[in-house]
Structures are given as structure tokens and as C-alpha cells.
């Protein structure tokens, strides 16, 4: 067969400690030996399906053409479908387990055009055990692929439309205010939200943030060493979200925020209620108004 | 020279937060262009060449002809050898110290034919201090090997046979019980035991596990998303031994396992005593009866 | 335009949890397909451009000809200049932040030759925001030098004598002691100074180490398995320098060292004050002289 890619952009939740990347890899190229493995990231917390996709939807657009792997497979070894699943815009082939991880990038990059299960053993690595499918499954498909594989050699054909799809929280205006929601702490505790800068652009300057550890005052910034100490900042980040950082230190840590949690936006009481001016802005320090945390919230 | 080697497939100790193994990475590659360098994963915890063994052993029969570079060296800069093998079944060339991290993957793909103490030092780089062989021995070495150099030419012959064989427990049988110790626990919290499926097919099901926290009870499961919400399941895993896992939690935190403790397998009181049944079977919850460590046990 | 290089050797504080690796490899490799990315580490931690700085000196001398990227940017989004720099002795294009990240690695090899600020977009992605400048700036232009990119096509030309320099504690002698500091410790806790092997020899044998948490004894060991159980080392380590070490234990652990720390090396009372013996040395144990802090250290 003809080659058809040379790049297989692998993203997990195996982590570094143990040997899983470093023999997927070494299948592909067993397999594959003109493959180059990119390693998008194997940091995924274990199990999380929404962070994975979440990490595999910021990356999908630098992706090179080729093979995208994506393993966070908790329903390894369960009836769980693994999939591959061609796309719309560009040469590539996603595939995982169709559990959720793969819908949001797939989306990102013009939805799915066709979809397989995996179920031809044929591309599979004999087993001792159901519950390593990124080796004994998804690394051979990926490599066959590369090969030149088609698509529906490797199984039984799946509408596109009953794939697993992604779940993303979307922010909403209640009372005025904006209920956002913690979508990614990075390593630098930049606190990444489901919102766009269109949608606080009415509540003037600075906002308040009602977290469920008190209410913190924060400035719109254009870069996170444009905060000033002790202050936070809303930068708009890489991605065209809001983002609440701090100048070299840990917002979330600070904030004790991580994904999933509630964020809620709004004017600043005693604010200006205006737009913000043009230019640069910098962040401002403010003091902390700690308040007992409201009933029923963690 | 012509080309032998495109691979060199390397695992060590060094962990990723220093530059330890970018460095050897790019001394490999300064010699020997055309090699890719797979990261088998460098994770090892420092200076466990048991670890290091066992994760070795379980890529091994995956990895890509070429050079197996494994480095975890605590005595390094001593008089322990650093060594080159050569395997019977496949094109491929075991690189390290003679400490026992080479031992059980050798064996794993038909044992030493042929070894090298490394003492040429035309192989080497010249060095500041000893301390980091990796760079100044072990990459040199590997990347003259990928370049066609012949495994005589690096020194001394060694004879196969007084190379430091690896040390693996064995599970026993004592009163009716599997005496069983835990070889690896995964990123997941899988807990890898020294046990075949085999060995508790008497055992009935469930089983009881015996720990120094206390006894649990734990059923065999055909995947870690078949076991029931706080139970405990027996599961073959991907190199065919028999693993304690949970369902998306850590069975290793859970009951307070590492590596080299002792689990003790035996038939649960008020089990049936009888073979499990065939098909899926589901772990189930039970109450954790736990008692005093008995005396003279951590 | 022809290929100049084929490696990318690439330096971070971006950490393997998120996707900024792997997404700048991604755009690197989307741009010019041949290059190979060698990932030096991106375990410096965040914002720390003085480790970052010291641990791509460590390294520079090793790495293959080609471009080398260096990211630790807390100051992305800022005025702080992207630049490109050539060095002397070799065939290496630095590309990173203009803030003395790069400066000791460029010192290493030769000093910069020519350099210029990365103004020209042309080069560049275009960003949703401006705190990805790895991402968005960077990887391209160092994707563009490997694709045979002019440096003067990247920007405006920056006088190499205006870099900025990084900043390399100096040891000094006062009252007849060696007054040095920690300059890092590395996953093993070694403890490397910034002191040469010369500087300590009229010091005699053992040597008293002055720390913050009191004073110990450590003699010249040739190797970590040198040292006796207990004791601490004097070693010369892969870089000529003397560290601070101890025998599969993190010496850095044991006396709450840590980078920037000061250490105080001075003949050992009771010692004998001559230099030491000929031949392989081995490190004794001493009782640990506890001593409360002295004024105004932390």
C-alpha cells in the first residue's frame, strides 16, 4: 500500500511514569517506520474525558495532516465503540474511543464526514488482556492508516451522526450578571473560561468575580506582565477566551479554582459602569472581600 | 560504516524536569543523524533498577529493532561494568550498566548471545566528571552502534553468562494461600501482582486479599469499567497478570500498595469455594474489615 | 528556498501537562516538514528565566546544529523584544525572549555573531491574543530558519552587545572561606555550586559546608556510590563543577537546599588543613552540628 501520512498526533491520559507512550509509539513505528509521533500531550488527568477533549480541541487546528490519537478510555475493554472517524477540512483521521473525547476537536476541524468501529481484528496486535487498547488496538489502526489503509477496511461503518458528542458548558446572563464556567487551569494557574471578551465588554471597568471563596476585583489586561502585583487580571488568551491570571503567580491557586467550577461576572460595585477606555489597560490591586462562603456551595 | 540501526529505544531514571535526557538525546543524534529516538519512558523512580527492569520487560517485545538504551545507573563513576548485549530472537542491541536493568527484557526477547564491557573510549566523549555516563558513555556508544559499528569493537568481550541477572519474586503457596507481591502500580492505580490467572482459578470467587491495612474482597472483572462503584476487581491485565484495579479510582491508594509489598490471595470466608461462573463476571461491593497491622509488618 | 536545518532543539517552562509542546511542535513541523524536534526539557519551572538560562548552557554544547528555542517568557505580550541570534562557533540559530534566557547558552558557543528583533508578521501566525507567543511567533520563524530564512528577512537588526546578559553568581573568598551558591539541584538532589574543583583544594579534607541549617562535614568522592552511607560528597559532576552529594539519597532534601541558596565551604575544624590524598577518596559520616539560624538568613 501506498503511504498516505507521515504524522500520528498522539494525545492521552497515560502520563510519563510509566512505559504506555513510549510502546505505543514504538507499535506505530514498528508498523509504520516513516511515522513521526508528535506528543500533543499524555498530562490529561486519569479518566477525564473533558479535559482531554478540551486539550485536543485547543491543539486541532496546528495539528499536522495525519493520524490524531486520542486515548482517555476509561470503558476500556467495556462495550464502549473505538472509532476512526475522518473529518471535513483537512487530511486527517481521529482516532479513539467514542466516548465524548474526540467531538469537540472533530467539530473544530468541519465535523465528521465518516466514521468506522474498530472491529476488524485484523489491524489489532494479538492481547493477553482487554486493557491496553491503545497499544493492542489504536496503535496498529493509526500505523495501518499511515500505511494507506482505507477507512472502511477497518470495520463496520458508523453514521457520524451517533457519534458520543462533546459536552461544553455555556455561560448565561442571570440577573444581570454572567455564570461562566472554569474550562482549563494551565500550569501557570491562568484560569481559562467559557467566555468570549464580546460578552463582558458591557460590565465596564473593573469587574467583579463572585467565586464561592469570596468576590475579587479584576481589570482587563493585554498581558499577563501588564497586571499589576497582587492584582488579577482578564487577558484575553491564545484562544480568544477570558482568562483570569496573575503576574507570575497562580491565579487559580490563588482563587482555589479549578475546571468545572463557577465563575460569575459582573459590574464591579462602585465601578464605572462604563466601557473600558482604549489603550492599554493594567490590571489594578484591590482589596479582598472574603465572605462566608454561600449555603450550598462546596 | 553503513547504516544498521534507525532506532534507539531509551528508558532511564532521569525523569523530564532537568535536561538529562534531551542532551543524551542530541548526543545521539550530533553522531548519528539519521536515528530516532523513541522515549520509552523516563519515569523510573531515581536509582530503582527494579522498577526500571520491569517496565523494560514489559516494553521489550514491542520496541523497534535497533538499540534498547536503559539507563538507571546509581553506580555510576564505581566499578560496575557498562555493558552492550546482543539478543537472540531480533535485530537489536542492549545498552547500560551491567546492574540488572538489561536482565529481564533480555531474557523477555531470547536472552544475551553476545556482550561488551564498553571500555574502548574512541566510543566516548570526553567527560568533566563521571557522573553522567549517559551522555558520555551509553549515547556515544548507541549511536556508533546505529552507525554500523560491530559490538566487538567497543571492548573487552564479557561472558553472557556473568552478566548481573535481574531479580524477580515468585509467588508461593503457604496453607492453602497465594503469598503474591505487587511488581508495578500504574499512573491509574492498577496494582500489578506476581500472579497468573491460573494460580486463583481455585480460589472461587470472590477472593479475599489480604493486606497489611486490613482484608478486602475482590472479584474478578473482565474490565476496570465492569467493576462496581466502591468494589474492588481482579482484572488479567494487558501483559496477562493478574491486577487489583477500581472503577476510576486508584486500588493502589485505596489500599495502600506499592511496589514489593505483599498481597495474600485466598478464598473468601463465606465465598463459595467454587470456580468463578463463565461469562462477565461484576465485581461487588463489600464492607472493609479492617484490623491492627499484625507485628513486625510497616 | 533550500533547507538550512533539519533539528529544532527546543527549551521550556511550559511543563508536559497542557499541549503547549506539542502544539508548537505541531506548528513547527506543519511549516517544515523535515525538521526534528528535540525537546530539551520543559520542566523548568514557571517563569524561572535564571534555571531556564542555566539549564540550556548545560546543554548547549551538545546540541545538533540547527535552530535552538528557548521559551521561558513571563514578560510575553510585553515590550520585552522576540529575537534570533547566531552565534560563532557554530552552525545554531537561538530563537527566544529577549530577556537573558538565552544569554549563557549564546556565551557557550561562541557569543552572538548577528541578531534581530522577530518584527516582521510575515513570520508569524496570526494570534487570537498575545500570550502564546511560543506558539504563534516563535515555532514559525524557527520553522522559516530551517526552510532557509535570511536572518535579517525575520526583523529589524538588534547590536548583539545590547542583549540582554543573564547573571551568574559569582563564589567569593571572605575571611579565609569560600562564600558560594546553589546553582541547581538537580532530580537526584544533587546539589551543583557554583565552584570549580580548583577553589576548594587548598581546603584540605573533610570540608565544612555552612548552610542555613547548620553545618556539615563532607569529604571528595569520585562517584556517588563513593560516598558512605550517611555521609555527604564532595563530586566533581558532569560539568566540572563541585556538587553536593550523598549515595541514593537527595542531598538537597537532607539539607533544604534549593536553588539561589548560599553555601559556605571552609576547612573543617579538626580536619587536617593539607589537601587530599592521592587516589580514590571516600566520603565519612559525621554528626550533623544543628545550630539555630543566623540573624536575618531565611
Known amino acids: 500500500m501506498a503511504s498516505?501520512?507521515?504524522t500520528v498526533s498522539f494525545l492521552s491520559d497515560y502520563g510519563l511514569?510509566?512505559?504506555?507512550v513510549g510502546v505505543v509509539t514504538s507499535v506505530i513505528r514498528g508498523i509504520a517506520s516513516h511515522v513521526t509521533v508528535v506528543d500533543v500531550t499524555h498530562g490529561v488527568p486519569p479518566h477525564d474525558i473533558r479535559?482531554?477533549?478540551?486539550a485536543l480541541a485547543r491543539a486541532a487546528q496546528y495539528l499536522a495532516p495525519g493520524v490524531v490519537l486520542a486515548v482517555v478510555d476509561p470503558g476500556v475493554g467495556t462495550d464502549r465503540r473505538a472509532v476512526a472517524v475522518e473529518v471535513g477540512d483537512r487530511e486527517a483521521v481521529f482516532v479513539?474511543?467514542?466516548?465524548?473525547?474526540?467531538?469537540?476537536?472533530?467539530?473544530?476541524?468541519?465535523?465528521?464526514?465518516?466514521?468506522?468501529?474498530?472491529?476488524?481484528?485484523?489491524?489489532?496486535?494479538?492481547a493477553p488482556g482487554p486493557t491496553f487498547a491503545g497499544r493492542d488496538v489504536f496503535a496498529p489502526v493509526a500505523a495501518h492508516l499511515c500505511n494507506g489503509a482505507a477507512l472502511a477496511d477497518l470495520g463496520e461503518p458508523v453514521d457520524p451522526g451517533q457519534l458520543l458528542p462533546?459536552?461544553?458548558?455555556v455561560s448565561r446572563m442571570e440577573?444581570?450578571?454572567?455564570?461562566?464556567?472554569?474550562?482549563?487551569?494551565d500550569r501557570y494557574g491562568n484560569v481559562q473560561l467559557n467566555v468570549g471578551p464580546d460578552e463582558i465588554e458591557p460590565f465596564g471597568e473593573p469587574l467583579a468575580l463572585e467565586l464561592a471563596t469570596g468576590?475579587?476585583?479584576?481589570?482587563?489586561?493585554?498581558?499577563?506582565?501588564?497586571?499589576?502585583?497582587?492584582?488579577?487580571?482578564?487577558?484575553?488568551?491564545?484562544?480568544?477566551?477570558?482568562?483570569?491570571?496573575?503576574?507570575?503567580?497562580?491565579a487559580a491557586a490563588e482563587l482555589e479554582l479549578?475546571?468545572?467550577?463557577?465563575?460569575?461576572?459582573?459590574?464591579?460595585?462602585?465601578?464605572?459602569?462604563?466601557?473600558?477606555?482604549?489603550?492599554?489597560?493594567?490590571?489594578?490591586?484591590s482589596p479582598v472581600s472574603l465572605r462566608s462562603r454561600p449555603p450550598g456551595r462546596p
Chains 1, 2, 3 share one sequence.
Open 175 to 185: 440577573a444581570g450578571k454572567l455564570v461562566a464556567e472554569v474550562l482549563w487551569v
Open 51 to 54: 479535559a482531554g477533549g478540551l
Open 215 to 250: 468576590v475579587r476585583s479584576a481589570s482587563r489586561a493585554d498581558a499577563y506582565g501588564a497586571i499589576a502585583p497582587g492584582a488579577l487580571g482578564l487577558v484575553v488568551d491564545s484562544y480568544g477566551l477570558v482568562s483570569i491570571a496573575a503576574d507570575r503567580r497562580s
Open 166 to 169: 462533546g459536552v461544553l458548558p
Open 4 to 6: 498516505r501520512f507521515d
Open 258 to 285: 479549578g475546571p468545572g467550577d463557577a465563575v460569575i461576572l459582573a459590574p464591579a460595585e462602585g465601578g464605572d459602569g462604563t466601557s473600558a477606555p482604549p489603550g492599554g489597560h493594567r490590571g489594578h490591586s
Open 96 to 126: 479513539g474511543p467514542d466516548n465524548g473525547v474526540l467531538a469537540s476537536a472533530v467539530a473544530m476541524v468541519g465535523g465528521a464526514r465518516a466514521a468506522v468501529e474498530l472491529t476488524d481484528p485484523a489491524f489489532h496486535l494479538p
Open 17 to 20: 511514569q510509566d512505559e504506555f
